[in-house]
């Protein structure tokens, strides 16, 4: 093998190396497997945040995902979305929600996802935001939260307002 081949298969080994890192954004914890948090971001002066992310059960057990922490918000809990007279409900889901054996569960927008309530800044596209979620199971795992640009996220109903809506009414109101 010439020098130059040589060089040439360290570099193209090094990149399918560093690729799939950087594209993966991939934690695990036991039979675990979290795949791409990403949260959206946030009107200057918002108090609430969502999270997204891919929960991949390996195990033969199903366990839970019951909550968490992060250091940009006062509370992370757990969110179901529900249509009640066609208006967007969530609700904290304080025995958290299950991913079965085997099974694969996605938070996505419109549907279950992580809060984060009293957020101490607004979440600005580009941004990472660290969090521990806390599995019944798994136990602890610290990921990382990408934030895409609101604009990015326009193909899907967006939940924005209904998201502070919902800090307002569900949180701090009275029913
Ligand atoms: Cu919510």
Redesign the pocket.
Known sequence: MTKFASLLAAALALSTLAAPAALAHAYKAGDISIKHPWSRETAPRAK?G?GYLTIVNGGGEADRLIGGTSPVAERL?V?S?TMIDNIMR???QENGVEIPAGGTLELKPGGY?I?LIGLKAPLKAGESVPATLEFAKAGKVDVTFKVEALSGAAATPA?AAS?GT??ET?HHGKH
């Open positions: 609430t969502a809990e969110h979305v969530m609700r904290h996802h809060m939940p998201h919902h800090g569900q």
